[in-house]
T-cell receptor
Framework: GAGVSQTPSNKVTEKGKYVELRCDPI?????LYWYRQSLGQGPEFLIY????????DSGLPNDRFFAVRPEGSVSTLKIQRTERGDSAVYLC????????????FGQGTRLTVV | GQQLNQSPQSMFIQEGEDVSMNCTSS?????WLWYKQDPGEGPVLLIA?????ELTSNGRLTAQFGITRKDSFLNISASIPSDVGIYFC???????????FGSGTQLTVLP
């Protein structure tokens, strides 16, 4: 498809398990962002990639969270030793180069830690 | 993390009425954006504002970038049922690139 694709759309995992969330960007978009959205809140920034490198990971809450984008396209958000407080919708957004360009969001992955 | 102050938190209006919502920030932003999010979907951009004082329209939607660069408002005129959803403001700093979002305004349009 032409939009940002996130898989899976829903993930239920047990506390303490490891999870990976995937984001397939719009072709040609060099900037990629991960956000986390808790119920009743706006999205909160986690990490930003420009190409392959993490340009800003200041939003990652702790060292259990890690993200990669090895070829500058698909990105994976990895969460180790999941906790119930990690339950949220994880959103990916991608954006082309240039000023005044729009970031397009995927539909998100709803993560539930039980 | 930081979020913008968005109000009101929720609104119930009659179909055909106008509605207004606003956002304020303690920080200056170079870009203000307004998004709409439907259940199970990601936010979709409605209006982008790139210049302080700018007033921009998109159909029945009008938004303004505050002159201090610390606030913005969104107006929706002649509301219709499909306007139902959650509206978010977001600020973007050119240097930081990521968006800072408000906590959202839940809009309900009554027939």
């Amino acid at each position: 498809g032409a939009g940002v694709s996130q898989t899976p759309s829903n993930k239920v995992t047990e506390k303490g398990k490891y999870v990976e969330l995937r984001c397939d960007p719009i072709s040609g978009h060099t900037a990629l962002y991960w956000y986390r959205q808790s119920l009743g809140q706006g999205p909160e920034f986690l990490i930003y990639f420009q190409g392959t490198g993490a340009a800003d990971d200041s939003g990652l809450p702790n060292d259990r969270f890690f993200a990669v984008r090895p070829e500058g396209s698909v990105s994976t958000l990895k969460i180790q030793r999941t906790e119930r407080g990690d339950s949220a919708v994880y959103l990916c957004a991608t954006q082309p180069l240039g000023l005044n360009t729009e970031a397009f969001f995927g539909q998100g992955t709803r993560l539930t830690v039980v | 993390g930081q979020q913008l102050n968005q109000s009101p938190q929720s609104m119930f209006i009659q179909e055909g009425e106008d509605v207004s919502m606003n956002c304020t920030s303690s920080s200056i932003f170079n870009t203000w954006l307004w998004y709409k999010q439907d259940p199970g979907e990601g936010p979709v951009l409605l209006i982008a504002l790139y210049k302080a004082g700018e007033l921009t329209s998109n159909g029945r939607l009008t938004a303004q970038f505050g002159i201090t660069r610390k606030d913005s408002f969104l107006n929706i005129s002649a509301s219709i049922p499909s306007d139902v959803g959650i509206y978010f403001c977001a600020g973007q700093d050119v240097a930081a690139r990521q968006l800072t979002f408000g906590s959202g305004t839940q809009l309900t349009v009554l027939p």
